[in-house]
């Protein structure tokens, strides 16, 4: 459990060429009627061989998240198709340095570029700015926080909406101009943003990105919206 209603899920897929981080697969569940349902998910591990990671945010009312979230169990198979996603995703190969801008479980592509950046030993700085609720709702809180201990080159901002820790100096509220221009504090401009979340905050987002003068094609962005879960 990440969340108490979102669970990373680690799949055995036999024949699994590795995927590049930001792609996401398809995951068809198939009912003992026949009644299919799909739905499309970011993957949330570094690339490797026959296993990925997702992390699946339940959605009330849903008809594919609640059973990976609460039914799911291990030995259980279903449907995969991918990787999918040619635009955004990032390569070791990539110039830096690199702003992260997620919101909600927007973060897990983010975190996949993270894993694959720290699994190649890149040196790229890469600047996570995190907007969520509250600190209860951070995805890999323990694995960014001890991240940012050892890899002086990773930054993580959060923007938390809803309340934040007792220590916050920055207030409760939407995403800012502020908030994205803490990217640039260290290593100046960054070469690319990757953006993913909600509709609304990516749209939000990218304003502001664009307001402070920002290419938009150094801008690439991963959106969702509501599907039915």
């Known amino acids: 459990m990440e969340t108490r ?13 590795g995927h590049d981080a930001g ?21 949330a591990s570094a690339g490797m061989a026959n296993q990925l990671e997702l992390t699946i945010q339940q959605v009330s009312g849903g008809e594919v998240s609640p059973y990976l979230v609460e039914t799911a169990e291990i030995g259980d198979e279903f449907e995969l ?15 830096g340095p690199v ?13 996949a570029m993270i894993r694959a950046r720290q699994q190649q030993e890149s040196l790229a700085p890469f600047h996570l700015i ?9 995805f890999y809180a323990n694995e960014l926080f001890r991240a940012t ?18 220590a916050d100096t920055r207030a409760p509220g939407r995403l800012t101009a502020q908030d994205v221009a ?15 979340g909600p509709n609304g905050f990516v749209e939000a987002a990218t304003e502001l990105l664009l307001q402070a003068g920002r290419s938009a094609s ?12």
């Open 23 to 43: 792609q996401h697969v398809d995951i068809r569940l198939t009912a003992p009627d026949g009644y299919t349902a799909q739905r499309s998910y970011s993957i």
């Open 81 to 95: 198709r991918g990787p999918v996603g040619g635009w955004f995703r990032w390569k070791p190969s990539d110039d």
């Open 218 to 229: 150094t801008i690439r962005t991963e959106r969702f919206g509501p599907s039915g879960g």
């Open 130 to 138: 995190y907007s969520a609720r509250t600190p209860d709702h951070v």
């Open 5 to 17: 209603t979102a669970k990373t899920l680690v799949l055995d897929v036999p024949g699994w060429d």
């Open 182 to 196: 803490a990217a640039e504090d260290k290593h100046g401009p960054p070469a690319r943003t990757f953006i993913c």
């Open 99 to 111: 702003s992260l801008i997620g919101g909600g479980s927007g973060i897990v592509p983010l975190m």
């Open 149 to 166: 201990e050892t890899e002086p080159h990773l930054q993580v901002t959060y923007a938390f909406t809803r309340a934040g820790l007792p």
